[in-house]
């Protein structure tokens, strides 16, 4: 009796310190109960997990974590949050004028499996991004947002999507855009007509891996266009008929 006393303590601990999401249906991402710490990533109490050397959260149980506008920023500095994990068929939705910033970033797909982010209208995110990670799927949505000073890794070691349905890309200074990072990695660009990707350094298609990009229409880049790495590369420009 006094072992299985231990082993019910020993997990309930387990559970709190990691702090994941809870939820498995789509609700708030800052109300803290909705975190098995009890506070919301960011929040000085907010336990986290050293996965890889990184201190880390983690969405990961097939749930959707919803950021609205009740919540202006999400950094993790001053408490060491530094990396954001999507995984397990999990998604990460910003909505109605939500920002959302992390120190180092989010990883969306890992080995969990499979993980997405949603960008809404009015929304923002501003961080590094690797789609796609250990041989896993993932994508980005996104729909009329905005995604400013991000750095995007497509595809950095498994399949990563990135949908640019509308709104706008910015990337980061001194950052790459890329579509197929690494010898195992397959990325995605598609961007849709009314959508604006600005390119502070350079996009690569195919840096180590597979590459391709997508652009309906013809849509201005600022400054450089993409550039071919060492990976198979495609650039697809597609024009749109309309019927009369």
């Known amino acids: 009796m006094k072992k299985l006393l231990v082993l019910a303590s ?9 702090g994941n999401w809870l939820p498995t249906e789509p609700d708030d991402y800052a109300v803290g109960e ?8 960011g929040h000085p109490d907010h336990p986290t997990v050293i996965k890889n050397g990184w201190v880390s959260s983690y969405i990961n149980n097939g749930g959707t974590a919803q950021l609205d ?3 202006s920023q999400f950094d993790g500095v001053p408490t060491a949050l530094k990396l954001l ?19 180092y970033g989010v990883r969306l797909g890992g080995d969990g499996g499979p993980g997405t982010m949603i960008v809404r209208e009015g929304a923002s995110m501003d961080n590094l991004f690797s789609v796609g990670y250990n041989g896993t799927e993932a994508s980005v949505v996104e729909q009329y947002g905005s995604a400013l000073n991000i750095a995007v890794n497509a595809g950095e070691s498994g399949v990563g999507e990135y949908y640019l349905y509308g ?14 990072m690494n010898s195992t990695g397959n990325g995605l660009f598609v961007q849709h007509p009314g959508t604006r990707m600005r390119w502070n350094r350079e996009g690569v298609i195919g840096k ?5 990009y997508t652009m ?3 849509q201005p880049a600022s ?5 071919t790495g060492n990976g198979r590369a495609e650039f697809l420009r597609l024009t749109l008929h309309r019927q009369a």
């Open 216 to 218: 309906y229409g013809d």
């Open 167 to 180: 709104g706008e890309v910015l990337e980061r200074a001194n950052q790459n855009f890329y579509m197929g």
């Open 69 to 71: 506008s009740d919540v």
């Open 223 to 227: 400054r450089s266009a993409p550039i």
């Open 34 to 41: 909705n975190w098995g710490s009890g506070f919301v990533p």
């Open 10 to 18: 020993v997990v309930m601990l387990c559970g709190t310190a990691t």
């Open 208 to 212: 180590d891996g597979t590459g391709v």
């Open 85 to 103: 994990y999507v995984e397990n068929a999990s998604t990460l939705e910003l909505l109605n004028g939500a920002i959302f910033k992390s120190t």
